[in-house]
């Protein structure tokens, strides 16, 4: 298979998992790789973190995932893909950079709205606050999952646990939680 071939599919099989809200670590360079994102810092979080955090916390949140566009770039050597993200009703359009390594997808630059994030929709306040507890441990997976932990346990972490919108979500959150403290 040729190397356009081989960057083509890891794309089709980034796209299938982002659809399917769960991301399998062989996809990714867990080793060096990292992900960038305009929504946050210019801080590099390791894609070992990405992956763990998504099937965590984010796809627990996230309605669903429609992916309109994949596109790959033979001259830069570089992947793009277009993501539709549902939190209910609202949608955060969203596109990603993708660069490979060996047979992986290696480093990964995320652009997408921040003012997406002061909706009123109980589903992306609670993202939000899951982005801002997540990155404030500084990408570390022990400490962020008991920071996710006891947040849940706080007042405003109650509040998402009893409101009809995101109960389900803290739901599965909590289970998530639970199984990622198990592996660790």
């Not at 277009?82 to 390594?101: K, T």
């Amino acid at each position: 298979m040729s190397l356009a071939a081989t960057r083509r599919e890891l794309l089709v099989r980034f796209r299938a998992m982002y659809q399917a809200k769960h991301f399998e670590l062989y996809l990714f360079n867990l080793d060096d790789g990292y992900l960038q994102t305009t929504l946050s810092d210019e801080d590099r979080m390791p894609l070992r973190f990405f992956v763990e955090y998504n099937n965590a916390w984010w796809f627990a949140i996230i309605s669903g995932v429609s992916v309109p566009a994949i596109a790959y770039d033979e001259e830069s050597d570089s992947g793009s893909i277009v993501l539709d993200i549902s939190y209910g009703d609202d949608i955060l359009r969203a596109m990603q950079h993708v660069h490979f390594g060996d047979g992986t997808i290696n480093r990964l630059r995320t652009y997408a709205s921040p003012v997406f994030f002061t909706r009123p929709n109980p589903l992306v306040a609670l993202d939000a606050h899951g982005n801002a507890m997540w990155l404030d441990t500084g990408y570390g997976l022990d400490a962020s999952r008991r920071a996710a932990e006891v947040f849940l346990t706080t007042p405003k972490g109650l509040h998402f646990t009893n409101h009809q919108a995101t109960k389900d979500a803290v739901d599965r959150i909590k289970a998530n939680l639970a199984a990622l403290a198990e592996r660790s």
